[in-house]
């Protein structure tokens, strides 16, 4: 008899940078607005370190996977994210409501810190951007709004964790690095149709631990470096032995 019980073959890591092409900006909390400082600021932790939280990755990844198939509900004008958990949404990032756990959740996409530049501090890798609406009769600027941008070139560490239960568990991978490749068309982080928070993958990095891994019977395992997200579908091909 086929025992149904999914258990844990090992863990695929996707490792790499996330480079910004244009300023980014992912909103923290609303601090009051003083001279020279900014109403609009990006996010950072308890320490003042600049991030980009785990769940915005991973939230616009489904998202523009669930818009290009179609894996979406549309209620009161907004798009509800997939719950029927069997769908290879629902697989990778969970169902939407976790009443409908089939199967464990395949990923586990990690904060992504800023690796501040050689000789720079946290915060000279921002900038404050002023945006206005521009009065159409008057030609006045209205409402000016100060926006806090992480600044072009910066880079941050990203870290992404497959756990592998199915051989045909590569095909959920491939999809979450079909998302990454929508990702680098699309944008990150507020203000995207404003030309902000274009984004690249780089210095990718591919590691693979089997369960024996864990339980202690082989050393640690060597990351496999890709140039592009095209190679690291091939990387992953060519190491798959689930
Ligand atoms: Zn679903």
Known sequence: MENNNLTLKGKIILEGNIKLLTGM????????????????????????????PGSSLK???????????????????SYIPCDCG?????????????????????VIVRDAYLIPKEGKKQYEHLEVKAE?????????????????????????????????????DIDLIKKFIEGMRL????????????????????????????KEYYEGKMKEVEPIPAKDLDDLIKKLNEIWNY
């Open 25 to 52: 900006h992912i909103g923290g909390t609303k601090e009051t607005l003083k001279i020279g400082g900014t109403d609009n600021p990006v996010i950072k932790d308890a320490f003042d370190n600049i991030l980009i």
């Open 59 to 77: 939230g616009k990844i489904r998202s523009l996977l669930e818009k290009k198939d179609g894996l979406y509900k549309h209620e009161k004008n």
């Open 183 to 210: 990702l680098e068309d699309d944008y990150l982080g507020g203000s995207g149709s404003r030309g902000y928070g274009k984004i690249k993958f780089e210095s990718l990095k591919i590691v693979n631990k089997p």
């Open 132 to 168: 206005n609406i521009i009065d159409r009769v008057k030609g006045t600027a209205q409402h000016p709004r100060f926006t806090e941008r992480v600044v072009k070139d910066s880079e941050f560490k990203f870290e992404v964790v497959f756990n592998v239960y199915k051989k045909d």
């Open 86 to 106: 069997e769908c290879y949404i629902c697989k990778i990032f969970g169902p939407h409501k976790s009443d409908n756990i089939k199967e464990p959740t395949r």
